[in-house]
C-alpha cells in the first residue's frame, strides 16, 4: 500500500506542477527544487518497482513502472523548460539595464548642468543583484559549431581590414551589423569599439562617443573597459563638454590603476585644459 501511496503523491505532485501550481507566486529557483524533489522521488519509486516487480509476475508492475518513466520524462522537459526560461529572463535583464544606462547617459548629455560622474551605475531592471545569465547546454552537431566560429571570425576581420584601410563608412556599416548577426559574442564588445573608431574617423565625434559608452557599459570591468572609457572622455572633450570629458578621463586611472591607456588619458586631460 506504501508503493501505490508514493505513486500517487508522485503523480499528483508531477500534476500540480503543470496546473495550478504555476499560477502560484513562485520563483524560478522554488520550480527547480520542486522539481528536484519530485525527480528524487520518482527515482527512489522506481528501485522499489524494479526490485519487487518480479514476485508479481503480472502486468500491472510493468504498467505502473510505464507511468513512472513517463512521469520522469514529463519531469525533465519540465527542468529543461524552466532552464531555458530563467537564462531569456536573465538576458531580457542584464540587456534592459545596459540600455536604461545608455539611456541615462544620453539624457544627462542632453541636460545642462548635468553631472555624467554623479550617475553612479545604473541600478539592476526588475531589482535585486545582476544575474549572471548562464545559457542552458544545447546539443548541436558538432559539424555546425567550427562554420559558425569561423564565419564569425572572417566578419569580425573584414570590418577590421575596412577600418585599417581607412574605409570608415564601410567599417562602421560592418561592425553594426556584425552585432546585429552576432548579439552577445566575445567580439561583440571589441566590435561596439571599434564602430566608435570607424564613426569618429568619419567625423561623427557624437555618434562615436555612444558606441564607446555602449562598449564601456557592456563590461565595464572587461579588457577593453579602460580604452573605452579614455575614448568616451576624449571624444567629450572634443564635443566641447570639458567638465564632463576631465571627470571621465579621470575615471580611467581611479578605476583602472596600471591601464595602458593611462598615460593617454593624462595627455588628453592637459590638451583640454582640466585642472
Known sequence: MSLVKRYFVALALAVGLTGPALAQDQTLADIRQELVVLNTEVQRLKRELSTTGGVGGGAAGGSVLDRVNTIEVELRRLT???EQLEFRINSVVTDGTNRVGDLEFRLCELEEGCDISALGDTPTLGGGEAPTATAPVVQQPATDAPQLATQEKADFERAQEALATGDFRTAA????????TYPGGPLSIEAELRRGDALEGLGDVREGARAFLSAFTLSPQGPLAPEALFKLGAAL?????TQEACVTLAEVEVRFPGAAVIADAQNAMRNIGCS
Do not use: P, V
Not at 572633450?237 to 563638454?241: P, V
Open 80 to 82: 529543461d523548460k524552466t
Open 237 to 241: 572633450g572634443r564635443l566641447g563638454q
Open 173 to 180: 556599416d560592418q561592425f553594426a551589423t556584425f552585432n546585429q
